[in-house]
């Protein structure tokens, strides 16, 4: 499974923060027969404690799927160790 986040855009309010990301998400069988390509949204809610940010809340909501393996083997360094 490879994910790219992509264009996150965090708001913050004190010690409360939103944040939203577009994601990519590519999986593959390993065998390049089967696979999923991605795309959709974290909606995240955070708060800050003792310095550290946590989430509260997280959604993803998927904007396009694809049942169709990617092209290529991107486990092939993998599969040889």
């Known amino acids: ?3 790219t986040p992509h264009a996150t855009v965090i708001w913050l309010d004190g010690d409360h ?15 390049g027969a089967k696979g999923i390509q991605m795309m ?3 909606a995240d809610e955070l708060t800050r404690s003792s310095g550290e940010w946590r989430f509260t809340s997280r959604v993803f909501r998927v904007t396009t ?17």
Request: a positive charge; one cysteine or more; aromatic letters at 10%.
């Open 40 to 42: 959709g949204t974290y």
């Open 17 to 31: 923060a939103r944040a939203h990301s577009t994601m990519r998400e590519i999986v593959s069988s390993g065998g």
């Open 1 to 3: 499974m490879i994910q």
């Open 65 to 81: 799927i694809n049942f169709t393996a990617p092209v290529g083997d991107c486990y092939k360094e993998w599969a040889t160790r």
